[in-house]
């Protein structure tokens, strides 16, 4: 008897244990709350995942946009976008705000689709500031962006006829609370485009380059970015013991050169030994708009026997620019390192305009970096990336 009282009591223990805990989950689900986001270049992540280039970015988002909270953990919140999709957040780039409302059911309004300037537009209205997503699609090329939390109350779509780029555009309801917009291009190529709502309101404006009036090198606006600076070195010479931050800067500086010589006008984010940020680096070139962007790096790896050039891209609609530099730096007598897609390199990031990544080689390989420090190579790949550019240029025509 005394044995079984003594079981009893352990169960009750342990019952309310159970019962504690199952209750503290559920305050946990109940605690949801919302968040705007802040600051110039909030993001949404995919999951937790963390490598040496941080988790797979889903897109960056406006500022003031809504956000629910379902959970934390670490520095990300973890959101819920719509019924079935979840996104992370860093916590430094939302706050609480308890005036904040999310309704039910947000229902989207009328679209129009016209054209001005550098820009074909499409803008559509919806109740609030709601969270969004866009990929690139190639064969035709289309931008398809998805709303979350929005069901369809758009009963027309008034195109203007201004528009000269943006050849269809339409949209679907995959989920009942997910808006599918798609945005089809009348030529095969993607330059680029802005997403973002309108300055006071929640009017979604996405903004479609338009090609530039002619696809000649001395009307193109290029912007070239040397790798790492300052405090932040980047790799190291095997040999020579010399510093990528100043290896980037030098061949940066010959492709500058090169361009301008040929009438390009070119944005360097930087020209001397400053640190400047990636998010910084990435505003900056949000304001210069240029119609390309030439990120310039070297690459290293433990093993010394790995070698050879590579180029680098985001999204599928600006890999034909990363095909065509990698296709000429070839000449040089690298090996083929490849052309690297889905890239979560910060300044890949950017849908704005079609950039490339250029991992010249490896300073971790005894013969690449003797090859890469000689004088003059600096031209030789300028010249290369330069021909690259006008093969990509000429392909578009
Ligand atoms: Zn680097």
């Known amino acids: ?14 019952t309310i244990l159970v019962i504690g805990t199952q209750a503290s989950a559920q305050d946990g689900q109940a605690r949801s709350f919302l968040v705007r986001t802040i600051g110039p270049l909030p993001y949404l992540e995919y999951g937790t995942g963390d490598d040496r280039l941080g988790g797979a970015k889903m897109t960056y988002l406006d500022t003031n946009v809504v956000l629910k909270v379902i959970d934390s953990t670490g520095t990300d919140y973890k959101v819920q976008l719509s019924k079935y999709h979840i996104a992370y957040v860093s ?10 409302r999310l309704a039910n059911e947000n229902l989207s309004g009328s679209w129009m689709v016209s054209g001005e300037g550098r820009n074909d537009l ?19 090329a289309r931008i398809v962006i998805d ?29 009942d609370d997910v808006l599918r917009v798609f945005i089809e291009l009348s030529k095969p190529n993607h330059w680029g485009y802005s997403i973002a709502y309108d300055s006071l309101g929640s009017r979604l404006q996405i903004k479609v380059k338009r090609p530039p009036e002619n696809l000649r090198l001395r009307d193109m606006v290029i912007a070239i970015d040397a790798g790492h600076g300052g405090t932040n070195l980047g790799a190291s010479g095997k040999n020579t013991k010399v510093l990528e931050k100043n290896l980037t800067l030098q061949y940066a500086k010959a492709l500058e050169a090169l361009l301008q010589k040929k009438g390009a006008t070119v944005v360097m984010t930087r020209t001397t030994d400053a640190d400047i940020s990636q998010p910084d680096r990435t505003l900056l070139l949000r304001k210069a708009e240029p119609d390309l962007l030439i990120s310039i790096h070297f690459n290293s790896a433990g093993n010394p026997t790995v070698s050879g050039t590579s180029t680098y891209y985001r999204y599928i609609g600006f890999q034909p620019l990363t095909q065509a530099i990698l296709k000429r730096m070839l000449e040089l007598g690298f090996s083929n390192y490849g052309n690297i897609g889905a890239f979560n390199f910060a300044l890949s990031g950017p849908t704005e305009y ?5 991992e010249v080689g490896f300073l971790s390989n005894e013969e690449e970096e003797k090859k890469l420090t000689k004088k003059g190579f600096d031209e030789d790949v300028a010249a290369k990336i330069c021909r690259g550019i006008v093969d990509w240029l000429k392909a578009m025509d």
């Open 91 to 100: 916590k430094a780039n939302v706050v609480a705000d308890s005036t904040l």
């Open 122 to 140: 499409v803008s559509l209205s919806l109740p609030g500031r709601l969270p969004y997503k866009s990929v690139q699609q190639t064969d035709p």
């Open 147 to 175: 709303l979350y939390g929005v069901t369809s109350n758009t009963n027309w779509i008034t195109q203007r006829g201004t528009n000269t780029y943006i050849s269809k555009v339409w949209y679907e309801q995959p989920e």
């Open 1 to 14: 008897m005394m044995y079984l009282s003594y079981m009893k009591k352990i169960l009750i223990v342990l």
């Open 354 to 358: 079609p950039n490339c990544l250029v």
